[in-house]
């Protein structure tokens, strides 16, 4: 089982409604959890970041942690176009005495206007 | 100016050739970071620093080697380069109060 995985998509949403992206995980001890977007051709850069269970919202963006069921969501509200992006959910590890960081293999989201 | 440069940004080189990449950053993070990416493989990590001297191998560090000259440098070699390294890569340097990483712009590899 992969540590981090992700729907490769591509998910396709109408332009204003709600764009849910799902990342399931292995290991119980994962604690940080980040949302990175990446357009095509770029880096990818931190949409959100989460830390305990419950929900956290940053303007349109929710970030939502189950650590119970190993899941961490985001869901973007209103869609623009403009969050046609790959994105890309990662969290870190305990990894003998230090902390190892891991990615998804990342959604590509279209949203279509 | 960005947090975090790479340097070349893109690079075609034949299979043999030494290669390094180098990056840098500007806002004094502790910890850095090499990763690849490949489509449908995400990122995958190189190797990793917490500090000067602190080197630590990644899940696919065969055929790379790095070193962390100064806080702000990080520089990735690979010392016989082969066509299954060609790749995207990464340089990244983390916040340690926030965990966020600042990622470099890429550089793109091709080797022959």
């Known amino acids: 089982q992969k540590e981090v995985e992700q729907n490769s998509g591509p998910l396709s949403v109408p332009e204003g409604a709600i764009a849910s992206l799902n990342c399931t995980y292995s290991?119980?001890?994962?604690?940080?959890f980040f949302w990175y977007r990446q357009y095509s051709g770029k880096s990818p850069e931190l949409i959100m970041s989460?830390?305990?269970?419950g929900d956290k919202e940053d303007g349109r963006f929710t970030a939502q942690l189950n650590k119970a069921s190993q899941y961490v969501s985001l869901l973007i509200r209103d869609s623009q176009p403009s969050d046609s992006a790959t994105y890309l959910c990662?969290?870190?590890?305990?990894?003998?005495?230090?902390?190892?960081?891991?990615f998804g293999t990342g959604t590509r989201l279209t949203i279509i206007p | 100016d960005a947090d975090v440069t790479q340097t070349p940004r893109n690079r075609i080189t034949k299979t043999g050739k030494r290669i390094m990449l180098e990056c840098s950053q500007t806002k004094g993070h502790d910890r850095m970071y090499w990763y690849r990416q490949d489509p449908g493989l995400g990122l995958r990590l190189i190797y990793y620093?917490?500090?000067?001297?602190?080197?630590n191998k990644g899940e696919i560090s065969d055929g790379y080697s790095v070193s962390r000259q100064a806080q702000a440098k990080f520089s990735l070699s690979l010392e016989s380069a082969i066509p299954n390294q060609t790749a995207l890569y990464f340089c990244?340097?983390?916040?340690?109060?926030?965990?966020?990483?600042?990622f470099g712009e890429g550089s793109r590899l091709t080797v022959l």
């Open positions: 990244a340097a983390r916040a340690t109060n926030t965990g966020e990483l600042f």
């Open positions: 989460i830390y305990s269970n």
């Open positions: 990662a969290l870190t590890q305990p990894d003998f005495g230090n902390e190892k960081l891991t």
């Open positions: 290991d119980r001890v994962s604690q940080s």
């Open positions: 620093s917490f500090d000067v001297k602190d080197i």
